[in-house]
């Protein structure tokens, strides 16, 4: 199996007395024992020398290592590839599959699966979806045209428009746009609307209307983190799924209660090839 590119860490300034110190505080899920038997396969090295339990810590060095899980919970489902040319590939990502390895999850994430499927080491998730979020990611597939489309995303030249499932909304004219101020919440993974001038804004409109439940078009104007679960939940129609907002709940096991939100198309011009370029996902949100 082709090894994943290593993780860096540029070491900040401190006073921690050895490495080893540091990665125990940077990452005390990992535990004392796992860092010192890694160091002792020398998979942990700065500035390209591997290092001991004993090495000094120095401010300025560039840390690589491998992440690794033991006991890797498997996503049993499967990505698919909407699209794929010499420089992006356009994937379709199921629910419960992160986008990038974080935490319990390295190979069951969708970019270590493409890697491994196409054979490129060098592909970069431009953007991100959340693990409960489904749909469209696009990646970088090398990288000397990766700043062309990586500019797309950073000067918001691309169009995104999501599908979600949520109760009916009949008090609120549609299309409806909802701006807030949205800033970091309680606890630390949350956001929160605040008073202040607006940095979040979302187009919503219905698709259908069903009795209990309605499909909704979902266009953020800007990128905040999980603005559009925060806008839907504010409106007081919480997308269906949703353990996070408006109020914390345990996360539901197993895979039989996916988040109802689905990232169903990407629009941009190509930056190479002055080209319309349109992606709809495969996916579709099935009703509870």
């Given at each position: 199996?082709e090894?994943?590119?290593?993780?860096?860490?540029?070491?900040?300034?401190?006073a921690?007395?050895?490495?080893?110190?540091f990665?125990?505080?940077?990452?005390p899920?990992?535990?004392?024992?796992?860092?010192?038997e890694?160091?002792?396969?020398?998979?942990?090295?700065?500035?390209?020398?591997?290092?001991?339990?004993?090495?000094?810590y120095?401010p300025?060095?560039?840390?690589?290592y491998?992440?690794?899980?033991?006991?890797?919970?498997?996503?049993?489902?499967?990505?698919?590839?909407?699209?794929?040319?010499?420089?992006?590939?356009v994937?379709?990502k199921p629910?419960?599959l992160?986008?990038?390895?974080a935490?319990?999850?390295?190979?069951?994430?969708?970019?270590?699966?493409l890697?491994r499927r196409l054979g490129?080491?060098?592909?970069?998730?431009l953007?991100?979806?959340?693990?409960?979020t489904?749909g469209?990611?696009?990646?970088?597939a090398?990288p000397?045209?990766?700043d062309?489309y990586?500019r797309?995303?950073r000067e918001?030249?691309i169009v995104k428009t999501?599908e979600?499932l949520a109760?009916?909304?009949?008090?609120?004219?549609m299309p409806?746009?909802?701006e807030?101020r949205?800033?970091r919440?309680?606890?630390f993974?949350?956001?929160?609307e605040v008073?202040?001038t607006?940095?979040?804004?979302t187009?919503?409109e219905?698709?259908a209307?069903?009795?209990?439940?309605?499909?909704?078009?979902?266009?953020?104007v800007?990128?905040?983190?999980?603005?559009?679960?925060v806008?839907?939940?504010?409106?007081?129609?919480?997308?269906?799924?949703?353990?996070?907002?408006?109020d914390?709940r345990?996360?539901p096991?197993?895979f039989?209660?996916?988040?109802r939100l689905?990232?169903r198309?990407?629009r941009?011009?190509?930056?190479l090839?002055?080209?319309e370029?349109a992606f709809?996902?495969n996916l579709?949100l099935?009703l509870p």
């Open positions: 199996m090894a994943l590119p290593p993780s860096r860490i540029v070491l900040p300034r401190g921690w007395p050895s490495v080893l110190d990665l125990c505080e940077r990452f899920a990992i535990g004392r024992e796992a860092w010192i890694r160091m002792a396969r020398g998979a942990v090295a700065v500035d390209g020398v591997p290092v001991d339990r004993l090495t000094p120095r300025g060095g560039v840390l690589t491998h992440r690794e899980v033991a006991d890797e919970p498997v996503i049993p489902f499967v990505e698919g590839i909407v699209y794929a040319d010499d420089d992006i590939v994937a379709d629910h419960f992160p986008t990038m390895p935490g319990r999850f390295v190979e069951q994430s969708l970019s270590v699966r890697m490129n080491p060098a592909l970069v998730a953007h991100r979806l959340d693990r409960g489904a469209l990611v696009v990646f970088s090398r000397d045209t990766r062309a990586t797309l995303f918001r030249r999501y979600a109760p009916p909304l009949p008090g609120v004219a409806h746009v909802r807030s949205v800033e919440g309680e606890p993974f949350r956001v929160a008073p202040g607006a940095n979040a804004c187009r919503i219905v698709l209307r069903g009795a209990t439940v309605w499909r909704y078009g979902l266009q953020p800007t990128g905040r983190k999980h603005q559009l679960r806008h839907m939940a504010a409106l007081g129609a919480p997308i269906l799924g949703d353990h996070v907002y408006p914390l345990d996360e096991t197993g039989d209660q996916p988040l689905l990232a198309e990407l941009f011009v190509d930056p090839t002055g080209q370029r709809l996902s579709s099935d």
